[in-house]
C-alpha cells in the first residue's frame, strides 16, 4: 500500500508562486510514476501533470504549461509542483497521485487527500 500526503497549499495572489509537495510512504516511490491533478467547485478533476519514476519524462496540461513544474526526489520519497504565475482560475484542491504516465486518472492507483490552492485576483 500507498500512502500519499500534500502540503503546500494556500492563499496567494495573481501572479504569485505556490510550491506543493507530495511526501509519499509505504510501497518503493521509484516504482511509480507521480501525477497532480486538481479540481475546482463544480468541475470535475482534471489533470494537471505527470513525471515518469524516473523523472525522465513529464507531460504538463495545456492550461498550466510553461508556468509548472512537476519534479520528484526518488531518494526522499518526495515530489513537487512548482506553480509560478498563479491565475484565478488555478484555484482547486490539488491532489497528487501515484501510477502510470498518464493524463488520465484511471490510470493511477494511490491518492493523497489532497490540498486547497486559493488565488485572489
Known amino acids: 500500500q500507498v500512502q500519499l500526503v500534500e502540503s503546500g497549499g494556500g492563499l496567494v495572489q495573481a501572479g504569485g508562486s505556490l510550491r506543493l509537495s507530495c511526501a509519499a510512504s509505504?510501497?518503493?516511490?521509484?516504482?511509480?510514476?507521480m501525477g497532480w491533478f486538481r479540481q475546482a467547485p463544480g468541475k470535475e478533476r482534471e489533470f494537471v501533470a505527470t513525471?515518469?519514476?524516473?523523472?525522465?519524462?513529464?507531460i504538463y496540461a495545456d492550461s498550466v504549461k510553461g508556468r509548472f513544474t512537476i519534479s520528484r526526489d526518488n531518494a526522499k520519497n518526495t515530489g513537487n509542483l512548482q506553480m509560478n504565475s498563479l491565475k484565478p482560475e488555478d484555484t482547486a484542491v490539488y491532489y497528487c497521485?501515484?501510477?502510470?504516465?498518464?493524463?488520465?486518472?484511471?490510470?493511477?492507483?494511490?491518492w493523497g487527500q489532497g490540498t486547497q490552492v486559493t488565488v485572489s485576483s
Open positions: 509505504g510501497r518503493t516511490f521509484s516504482s511509480y510514476a
Open positions: 513525471i515518469s519514476w524516473s523523472g525522465g519524462s513529464t
Open positions: 497521485a501515484g501510477g502510470r504516465v498518464s493524463g488520465t486518472s484511471d490510470e493511477y492507483d494511490y
